[in-house]
């Protein structure tokens, strides 16, 4: 370590209110891992939640380290190893090393991060002495195998409900066991936890997944998910404060978790299952504690707009000083009572997500909103002179034309025009802000079986709505990079041979393109061909907690146009 990576360190902690540093010793030390910069893994509120989960372990400890930020490459010249920020001490010396992985693209940072610590990349090149190298989060949950040859452990599922298992034999078999007898004994006894190496792939000629076995009779031949039943019984908020985050100046609780919706195109509807809410009652008890901290709350949930006590919970906030904030809201519970406490807390802009432009590609998705409900949500936000709205779309979705592209146009000036109508001339929208992304299948959902639309094809689209738009003054048109979305649905949809890519990728600094040269993997496999439905797909290990009877009746459904299942009717595994 080096006084100018100990006095960086340093400098973190000193912007920060509510960090915590336990005494080493017989402790289980585990370094939990963002793969991406400090300010984007602190923004991550799963990610602060399972480091105070650790820390609150009686026999645990939990330190935090991030990719080092640009610029910074000389704090770790002449073989300097990356070090933890609460005891600036090396990884090498942590029992465990835990990555929390939101995001599929953030991968070959793993890489990264190990190699500049001194941790074999490899689970077969590390030793007894070498720390245990664990993932988990979302983006594994839905499918870790593109990672299975770095990780020697996956917990799969919540958090809240994997890890105090886990941290229990951990702490108390970590030392005494060798590595591989206390994998062993992970695989046999946590619910949710997967050791890729107990598990034997085989594939044909044509790469399809022809079996998959476990190496001991006595391990799981499905991994399930859990899941917390009761979100009351245990806090789920921003437990570190700093202002460096992009939600620097707020204090952010979880409001729900899962979906009632069932949208065939989010794992949250399917994976996350089932919808849950906090209470009022802890929810004001979190509230009370951000506002002590920041002026304003952030509500964070995959459903917030359906939370019962939405708007007294809304309420409470303003009346006690302090101001709100809240992600993308449904259309058809977009009321005039919220609208008008958005506006009184100084929100100046909405977001809502139409997804699609024509009624036809929104029964598709199964989103459940009618151009009824969208006008409806306009009139509102006149109603309160609230005059800008973030207007989320999707490109590529399954049946898509170039007439959805023209929809999303038409859509878009009914709404300005509607807008002006209704307001009798007096004020239209200042700003319309159309976001646009590409959909990217996902494991677990209806369109699993899905390939990702051409690149081309989504470049051209979103050419076709930008050109429609230019003379639109109040609507300005966002996008993503295509290219990057054809990386990410690799790594969401492939299987144990996309790991060579990463080695490869990794080995040269990150040039794709050239890995994809070297490297005998074919990437369109993955990325470009529509699936079987009765192909053994690399995650169908996985207990997600819906049956694939109940994907596939929901995939057939949105190619035929007919209506979707109800979800509260469909068991959970």
Same mark, same amino acid.
């Given at each position: 370590?080096?006084?100018?990576?100990?006095?960086?360190?340093?400098?973190?902690?000193?912007? /920060?209110?509510?960090?915590?540093?336990?005494?080493?010793?017989?402790?289980?030390?585990?370094?939990?891992?963002?793969?991406?910069?400090?300010?984007?893994?602190?923004?991550?509120?799963?990610?602060?939640?399972?480091?105070?989960?650790?820390?609150?372990?009686?026999?645990?400890?939990?330190?935090?380290?991030?990719?080092?930020?640009?610029?910074?490459?000389?704090?770790?010249?002449?073989?300097?190893?990356?070090?933890?920020?609460?005891?600036?001490?090396?990884?090498? $010396?942590?029992? *465990?090393? @835990?990555?929390?992985?939101?995001?599929?693209?953030?991968?070959?940072?793993?890489?990264?991060?190990?190699?500049?610590? &001194?941790?074999?990349?490899?689970?077969?090149?590390?030793?007894?002495?070498?720390?245990?190298?664990?993932?988990? &989060?979302?983006?594994?949950?839905?499918?870790?195998?593109? !990672?299975?040859? =770095?990780?020697?452990?996956?917990?799969?599922?919540?958090?809240?409900?994997?890890?105090?298992?886990?941290?229990?034999?951990?702490?108390? !078999?970590?030392? $005494?066991?060798?590595? /591989?007898?206390?994998?062993?004994?992970?695989?046999?006894?946590?619910? &949710?936890?997967?050791?890729?190496?107990?598990?034997?792939?085989?594939?044909? /000629?044509?790469?399809?997944?022809?079996?998959?076995?476990?190496?001991?009779?006595?391990?799981?031949?499905?991994?399930?998910?859990?899941?917390?039943?009761?979100?009351?019984?245990?806090?789920?908020?921003?437990?570190?404060?700093?202002?460096?985050?992009?939600?620097?100046?707020?204090?952010?609780?979880?409001?729900?978790?899962?979906?009632?919706?069932?949208?065939? =195109?989010?794992?949250?509807?399917?994976?996350?299952?089932?919808?849950?809410?906090?209470?009022?009652?802890?929810?004001?008890?979190?509230?009370?504690?951000?506002?002590?901290?920041?002026?304003?709350?952030? !509500?964070?949930?995959?459903?917030?707009?359906?939370?019962?006590?939405? *708007?007294? +919970?809304?309420?409470?906030?303003?009346?006690?000083?302090?101001?709100?904030?809240?992600?993308?809201?449904?259309?058809?519970? =977009?009321?005039?009572?919220?609208?008008?406490?958005?506006?009184?807390?100084? %929100?100046?802009?909405?977001?809502?997500?139409?997804?699609?432009?024509?009624?036809?590609?929104?029964?598709?998705?199964?989103?459940?909103?009618?151009?009824?409900?969208?006008?409806?949500?306009?009139?509102? !936000?006149? $109603?309160?002179?609230? %005059?800008?709205?973030?207007?989320?779309?999707?490109?590529?979705?399954?049946?898509?034309?170039?007439?959805?592209?023209? @929809?999303?146009?038409?859509?878009?000036?009914?709404?300005?025009?509607?807008?002006?109508?209704?307001?009798?001339?007096?004020?239209? =929208?200042?700003?319309?802000?159309?976001?646009?992304?590409?959909?990217?299948?996902?494991?677990?959902?209806?369109?699993?079986?899905?390939?990702?639309?051409?690149?081309?094809?989504?470049?051209?689209?979103?050419?076709?709505?930008?050109?429609?738009?230019?003379?639109?003054?109040?609507?300005?048109?966002?996008?993503?990079?295509?290219?990057?979305?054809? #990386?990410?649905?690799?790594?969401?949809?492939?299987?144990?041979?996309?790991?060579?890519? +990463?080695?490869?990728?990794?080995?040269?600094?990150?040039?794709?393109?050239?890995?994809?040269?070297?490297?005998?993997?074919?990437?369109?496999?993955?990325?470009?061909?529509?699936? /079987?439905?009765?192909? *053994?797909?690399?995650? $169908?290990?996985?207990?997600?907690?819906?049956?694939?009877?109940? +994907? #596939?009746?929901?995939?057939?459904?949105?190619?035929?146009?007919?209506?979707?299942?109800?979800?509260?009717?469909?068991?959970?595994?």
């Amino acid at each position: 370590m080096t006084w100018k990576q100990k006095k960086r360190c340093l400098d973190l902690l000193a912007g /920060e209110e509510g960090w915590s540093r336990k005494v080493w010793g017989e402790t289980l030390s585990v370094c939990l891992a963002y793969p991406n910069l400090y300010r984007t893994g602190m923004s991550n509120l799963g990610f602060q939640a399972v480091y105070a989960l650790i820390n609150r372990h009686p026999a645990s400890l939990c330190e935090r380290v991030f990719l080092p930020e640009p610029g910074d490459e000389a704090l770790y010249a002449d073989g300097a190893p990356l070090i933890s920020i609460e005891s600036q001490r090396p990884l090498a $010396d942590f029992d *465990i090393i @835990a990555f929390s992985l939101s995001f599929e693209n953030d991968y070959p940072q793993v890489l990264r991060i190990l190699e500049m610590a &001194g941790i074999p990349v490899e689970t077969t090149a590390r030793g007894e002495r070498d720390p245990l190298v664990i993932g988990g &989060g979302i983006a594994v949950t839905l499918n870790p195998e593109p !990672l299975a040859d =770095f990780f020697d452990l996956f917990l799969l599922g919540e958090g809240e409900v994997v890890l105090p298992g886990f941290l229990d034999l951990a702490a108390s !078999l970590r030392r $005494d066991l060798p590595r /591989e007898a206390f994998l062993a004994r992970i695989q046999k006894e946590v619910a &949710g936890a997967y050791v890729p190496r107990f598990y034997q792939v085989t594939t044909g /000629e044509d790469g399809r997944i022809t079996a998959r076995e476990p190496v001991n009779p006595a391990f799981p031949r499905r991994i399930v998910r859990p899941w917390a039943a009761d979100l009351d019984a245990f806090p789920t908020e921003q437990g570190i404060t700093t202002a460096d985050t992009e939600f620097g100046g707020m204090f952010v609780t979880e409001v729900s978790r899962g979906c009632l919706r069932g949208c065939r =195109f989010c794992a949250a509807g399917f994976v996350c299952r089932p919808a849950r809410f906090r209470s009022a009652a802890v929810l004001l008890a979190s509230f009370r504690r951000g506002l002590e901290k920041r002026k304003t709350i952030g !509500l964070l949930g995959t459903a917030v707009s359906d939370h019962p006590a939405l *708007i007294p +919970l809304c309420r409470s906030i303003i009346d006690a000083g302090g101001s709100l904030a809240v992600g993308s809201l449904r259309m058809d519970r =977009f009321s005039a009572e919220m609208a008008a406490l958005l506006k009184e807390t100084g %929100v100046e802009t909405v977001a809502l997500a139409p997804e699609a432009g024509s009624q036809r590609l929104r029964d598709v998705i199964r989103k459940g909103i009618s151009e009824g409900d969208i006008f409806s949500a306009v009139e509102k !936000l006149m $109603d309160c002179d609230m %005059v800008q709205a973030r207007l989320y779309f999707m490109v590529g979705l399954p049946t898509e034309t170039d007439e959805d592209m023209d @929809a999303i146009v038409q859509l878009v000036k009914g709404m300005e025009h509607h807008a002006r109508r209704y307001s009798k001339g007096r004020k239209g =929208f200042r700003r319309l802000t159309l976001s646009i992304n590409q959909f990217i299948p996902k494991p677990g959902t209806p369109f699993q079986w899905r390939p990702l639309t051409d690149t081309a094809v989504v470049k051209r689209r979103i050419r076709r709505i930008t050109d429609a738009l230019r003379g639109e003054k109040a609507v300005r048109v966002i996008h993503d990079v295509p290219k990057w979305n054809y #990386i990410q649905a690799l790594l969401s949809l492939g299987d144990r041979a996309v790991g060579r890519l +990463l080695l490869a990728v990794h080995r040269l600094g990150g040039n794709w393109a050239r890995a994809f040269r070297e490297v005998n993997v074919n990437a369109d496999f993955y990325v470009y061909r529509r699936k /079987e439905t009765d192909e *053994i797909l690399p995650w $169908d290990f996985i207990d997600h907690g819906a049956e694939k009877t109940v +994907l #596939i009746s929901e995939y057939r459904k949105a190619l035929s146009g007919s209506p979707g299942t109800d979800l509260k009717s469909v068991p959970i595994n």
